[in-house]
């Protein structure tokens, strides 16, 4: 077997055992000593299928520490080209509508699915949005956060891994408005939280609909 067959083979086998095995993000897993010994192939080999892995977002090594699933399960970093869109403001309004379709169904599903722990995650992640909002600095990383912990408490596995590539465009909205907004936006989550955590699907599904179409309408003003 040719090296870049079998490089591609021992990549697959890896998946499989990481599929069977009912790892999570961020578990370790075995050496590349153990791996070579169970796939009964070289260490080179092993390395070369890691490497693979890494590339594609399936698993991160970690230095001292050892071999790790990824946070991203496999996800890339921009599988729609978003950065290579010139129009970022055909873009932003593309992303917006897009999110007006999808999360506000998402919501309803948290609200119905949710754990009580992932209330207890979802309220620790709004109480750092919110003191960041409340201090007036820039809060884009911990929305995402707060966003893709919604599609994770929906439990539905398609829109876990989906929500976090959409959630790129509180990012791209960010950069886009002139103006950040903090009051309504405070209101919003804090809205969307407490249906979520009350368990109410309609109201989480409203309060996610209104927070979306307020930032459609704001940045159409802007964008005239």
Known sequence: MENQTLTKWAA?????????????PRDKLPTEAELSENLNVGRNTIREALRLLVSRNIITIRQGSGIFLSEKQGVADDPFGFCLVSDRQKLTRDLLQVRVMLEPPIAALAAQNRTGGEVTELESILRQLEELMKNREAYEKMDIEFHVKIAQSSHNSVMSHLVPVISRSIAVFAREVQETEYEQTFISHRAIFEAIKNQKPVESQQAMYFHLLYNENRYAVQSG
């Open 12 to 24: 697959d086998q890896l998946i499989a055992m990481i599929r069977e095995g009912n790892y999570a």
